[in-house]
C-alpha cells in the first residue's frame, strides 16, 4: 500500500477508536440544543414548518440533515454520519494543504491534524451543529478554492453552509467574493475584495429582528455567555441588531470599557484551559498552545498565497464576531475555525522538518491562486 494511503486509512482506525472511547467515557450529547433540533425535526415530519422557517431558520440545515434519522426513531445514527462527514472534510483540508504548498507530505499532515484534534472532533459525538457546520464548511471551501468556476455542487454547499448556524454568512460571504474576484467574474481593485469581507461582517452585525435574550450578552457585558458584568443594562435597551447592543454598550460604559471587552472576549476564545474544566482536560488542552505557534509559523511562511489570505480573512471575521458579542465556555465558538488553525500548523511543522518545502507552490496546483489576489 502506498504510504500516503497507508497513513491516512491508520489515522481513520486511531480516529474511530479515539470517537469509541469518548463515547463510553463522557457518551453522545443529546441535551439542550440537540433537543431543540430533534423536536423541529419531528415537526417537519409531521408537516409543520413553522419552527424551520422560525426560530430555526439560521439551523435549517442540520435540522433537514437528522430528520432521516428522526425519521426512522434513531436520531443517534446522526452521529455516523458525523463521523463519515468528518472523514470527507479531513481530506477535503488535506487538498487545500496540496493545492497551496504542491507537498502530498503537507496534505498528509493537514488530514491527520483534522482528524486527531479532540477539541474538534469530540463534537462529532454531539446532536449539535458544530461538527456538521465545520466539516460542510471545510468542504465548500475546498471546491471553491478549486481553479475555475465553482459548479452547482459547490453553490449548493454555500446554501447548507450559510443555513447551518448563523457564522455561515462569514464563510460564505468571503469565499464568494475571492471566488468572483480571483476568476475575473467582477473586474474591480483588488483592494474592494477587502472591504468586501468588512461589508459581509457589517451586514451580519447590522441585520435587525434579533431576539432580545440573543442580545442580552452584548448589552449585559457578558465575556463569556452567562457572565454578565451588567446584569441590568437591559432595562432601556429597545434595540434589535449586533450594532445596536454594541452602540448601547459604547453609550452606558465608555470607549476604555468597550474596547476593553472586546479584547478580553477575543483573548477567552483563545483561552483554551477554562476553570470550569477538569484538572486532567486542561492540562491536556494546554498542549494545543503550540498549534497556535506553528500555525503563525506556517501562515507567515505562505501568507502571500491567495487561498491562504481568503481562509485568514473567514477567520479574522469569526474572531471580530466573537468580540462583538460574547464567547461560549466550552469553546464552540472556536470548534469551526480549527481547521483553518490545523491547516496552518501542518505547515509549520513540515517547514521545520523538510526546509525544501519552503518553496513556490506548485503552478499547475493553483493556477488562480497568484499572489496579486492578496
Not at 204 to 220: C, F, T
Request: proline fraction near 4%.
Amino acid at each position: 500500500m502506498h504510504r500516503t494511503h497507508a497513513l491516512r486509512w491508520w489515522a481513520v482506525a486511531i480516529f474511530i477508536v479515539m470517537l469509541v472511547v469518548l463515547a463510553c467515557t463522557t457518551g453522545i450529547r443529546t441535551d439542550k440544543e440537540a433537543l431543540k433540533y430533534i423536536s423541529c425535526a419531528e415537526q417537519l415530519l409531521q408537516g409543520d414548518v413553522h419552527d424551520l422557517f422560525g426560530n430555526y431558520a439560521k439551523y435549517g440545515s442540520y435540522v433537514l440533515f437528522i430528520a432521516p434519522f428522526v425519521a426512522v426513531g434513531f436520531p443517534l445514527i446522526a452521529v455516523v454520519a458525523q463521523l463519515v462527514l468528518a472523514v470527507f472534510a479531513a481530506y477535503a483540508l488535506g487538498r487545500i494543504a496540496e493545492r497551496i504548498t504542491g507537498s502530498t507530505a503537507v496534505a498528509d499532515l493537514a488530514f491527520v491534524f483534522a482528524l486527531l484534534c479532540i477539541p474538534l472532533q469530540q463534537w462529532v459525538l454531539a446532536l449539535y451543529t458544530e461538527s456538521f457546520f465545520t466539516s460542510v464548511s471545510v468542504i465548500f471551501l475546498e471546491r471553491i478554492s478549486r481553479d475555475g468556476r465553482a459548479d452547482l455542487f459547490t453553490w449548493a454547499l454555500a446554501l447548507i453552509v450559510l443555513f447551518a448556524r448563523p457564522v455561515g454568512s462569514l464563510f460564505v460571504g468571503p469565499a464568494v467574493i475571492w471566488k468572483l474576484v480571483g476568476t475575473g467574474f467582477v473586474h474591480v481593485p483588488i483592494w474592494l475584495r477587502n472591504v468586501g469581507y468588512g461589508m459581509t461582517l457589517l451586514l451580519v452585525i447590522s441585520i435587525p429582528g434579533i431576539g432580545r435574550d440573543q442580545l442580552a450578552p452584548i448589552v449585559e457585558a457578558h465575556v463569556i455567555c452567562g457572565y454578565p458584568e451588567r446584569p441590568d443594562a437591559m432595562r432601556d435597551f429597545e434595540g434589535s441588531s449586533v450594532l445596536a447592543a454594541q452602540y448601547h454598550l459604547y453609550v452606558h460604559n465608555g470607549i476604555g470599557y468597550t474596547v476593553g471587552l472586546f479584547a478580553r472576549r477575543v483573548a477567552s476564545l483563545f483561552t483554551l484551559p477554562r476553570e470550569y474544566f477538569s484538572r486532567t482536560l486542561n492540562v491536556f488542552l494546554m498542549g494545543h498552545y503550540a498549534l497556535f505557534l506553528l500555525a503563525a509559523f506556517g501562515w507567515w511562511r505562505w501568507c502571500r498565497h491567495g487561498v491562504s489570505g481568503l481562509l485568514v480573512a473567514i477567520f479574522l471575521l469569526n474572531v471580530l464576531l466573537v468580540g462583538l458579542t460574547h464567547d461560549e465556555w466550552s469553546e464552540r465558538f472556536l470548534v469551526p475555525l480549527w481547521p483553518i488553525v490545523l491547516l496552518f500548523s501542518a505547515f509549520g511543522i513540515a517547514l521545520i522538518r523538510d526546509k525544501r518545502l519552503a518553496i513556490s507552490p506548485d503552478p499547475t496546483l493553483a493556477r488562480c491562486d497568484n499572489e496579486d489576489l492578496m
